[in-house]
């Protein structure tokens, strides 16, 4: 997060992240913060009363930013949660590791669980870096060309149409005519037409809900 896009917004001061490590809020002198899994089962779980120490000094009562618990059971992450957090005050991203959180806490501190998709990584810190990669470039001066936020993928459940730049021609493969023909209308239409075939193709659950809403 630290170079790029981001990068630079983060050195204007546009944005700004505070890390916390649960550890310092661990138990005892050698800061425990898991233990067993009630019932039994391999693995380590994240102590409750650890857990909210650490959200309580991030998070204080009356925080008005969104808690967020990265979890693989949690709502996927969609461009709109995406839209509405850069629109807000900011974010509070709780990241779990071993087995996961114990449950307590994720209902007492209202913890909204966000998945960045059907994979089990080992921790939610990578999580987390989606998110904010995702939630930065939608700040506002933080995109260099900020049209280009609008038509992008799933801006409107469709994938984005192909991109081709120079040279016209490569390895014999040349760009589509209708790209440098001049005109608007058939670059829009050529446009829209392969972002719906895409979808078609590769997304079936996207091309259902935007043939609905049409
Ligand atoms: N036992 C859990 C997986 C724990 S993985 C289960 O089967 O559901 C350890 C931590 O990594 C989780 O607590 C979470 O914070 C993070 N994590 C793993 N996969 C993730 C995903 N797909 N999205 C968001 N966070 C994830």
Redesign the pocket.
Known sequence: MGISLAGRALERGDWDLETVAIREFGEGRHRVVDDTPAGGSP?MV?RADVLARAIDHASPAGDERPRI??????EP?RQPLVRELSAGPGVVL????????DERVIERRSLRE???????????????L?LLDAVVRLLPGVMGNSGSGETESFEGDLLEHPHYTRPAVWEGMAIPPVLTSGHHGAVERWRQAESERLTRERRPDLWARYSRAR
């Open positions: 693995g994240l618990l990265l979890s693989p059971r949690g992450l709780v990241c779990g590791r071993f087995e996961g959180v966000v998945s960045i998709g059907d994979v089990v990584l080992s921790g939610g810190e990578i999580a987390a989606v």
